[in-house]
């Protein structure tokens, strides 16, 4: 089994981590840091626990890249207090890969080595990682020939190579992925948080932060604007997702029941009616969260599946680098549902 397979063994390791939870605590208490002349960190307060993503957003030269490096160990602070464990890995993908003279498996083989994998382990790992970010050939290409987003997946298969266990350090991890890549990321990241590893990223990207995210903090110029918790960025409200489908010699009540009156059924139009076929193809949206389920119910139905597109993310990022609640907007966008909702009875009569 590879170290993917590892998640078995989370609940006894996760009651491991209860006991030692208050050890496991990573925490920046009142630091600052100044670069030449520039307060890049101002009394910086910041704890992270097992378990637990923190994301970092706000605008170039807020102190997101150097908080990051000051976790990392990089930089010291001029003032105030870093505590980490006594035990657990450090893992970092910070600022981009370099583009050295090795390829890509070469690189990795090398990192990985000097991290003390053993090379039977090592070369699983590469194997599996590369597979996962669809590294594809680009696995024996030379680094200076790689293009920006393939670059960033070599660097964050290095930094993921000794698996989820410690303080994994991100910056930027989904710019320039393709959505694929995005989404295996956030998966991994998701089960890493579910085997105790802790996490700080700088990230921009709504997908990470509404999975993930169990507090958000915005540096503004160095200093702490906000900090939100999961609880406020849920205000936001669930991202929703388009299922076209097509049903074929239902009764009109079984597809009213199945259509229409499940939980989770944002808006429900029938697009295209044949009545001399029976054949009816249905627009629906519906909450993420519910979105695998209807499928099984409209596929249990004997229905068939057009197309699912998962809609844009109603967190919006320009107000929440400016210090505004993530769930400013809900208003408008439970106005726009309620009026789509409206018309569904419309459509099925």
């Keep these: 089994m590879g170290w993917k397979a590892r998640a078995n063994g989370f609940f006894d390791k996760a009651g491991k981590a209860a006991a030692d939870s208050s050890e496991q605590i990573i925490s920046l208490q009142r630091v600052s840091k100044r670069l030449g002349n520039v307060h890049v960190l101002n009394d910086i307060h910041l704890e992270v626990g097992q378990g637990e993503c923190i994301v970092l957003v706000g605008r ?37 890969l370099p583009r050295l003279p090795f390829t890509s498996r070469e690189y990795l083989w090398e990192m990985g080595r000097i991290r003390g994998i053993r090379p039977e382990i090592l070369r699983q790992r590469i194997g599996e990682l590369s ?17 920006k987003g393939t670059l960033q ?79 406020d960025l849920q205000q936001a409200g669930e991202p929703a997702v388009s299922i076209q489908c097509v049903m074929e010699g239902q009764e009109q009540s079984v597809i009213d029941a199945l259509l229409a009156q499940q939980p989770g059924i944002i808006a429900c139009h029938r697009s295209v009616a044949c009545p001399d076929h029976g054949r009816e193809v249905w627009d629906l949206k519906v909450s993420r969260s519910s979105a695998d389920r209807i499928i099984e119910m409209i596929l249990a139905a004997g229905g068939s599946i ?39 009875g419309g459509n099925l009569q």
């Design 60 to 96: 170039n030269g807020s102190g997101k890249s150097t908080l990051l490096r000051v976790l990392a160990g990089m930089l010291l602070p001029d003032s105030g207090a870093l505590r980490k464990p006594m035990h657990g890995q450090m893992m970092y993908a910070l600022d981009g």
């Design 131 to 147: 597979e996962l970010l669809f590294l594809g050939a680009a696995l024996d290409q030379n680094l200076p020939q790689l293009s």
């Design 153 to 231: 997946k070599v660097n964050l298969i290095q930094a993921l190579l000794p698996g989820p266990d410690g303080l994994l350090l991100l910056d930027e991890p989904l710019s320039g992925l393709d959505v694929p890549a995005q989404e295996a990321m956030v998966d991994v990241l998701r089960q890493w948080k579910q085997e105790g590893s802790q996490i700080v990223t700088a990230c921009h990207e709504p997908l990470l932060i509404e999975r993930l995210a169990d507090q958000v903090i915005v540096l503004q110029k160095g200093t702490v604007l906000r900090r939100w918790s999961q609880e």
């Design 306 to 344: 057009v197309s699912v597109q998962p809609e844009k993310s109603r967190l919006q990022m320009e107000g929440l680098m400016e210090g505004r609640h993530p769930g400013e907007t809900v208003s408008r966008n439970l106005a726009e549902h309620t009026s789509s909702i409206s018309t569904v």
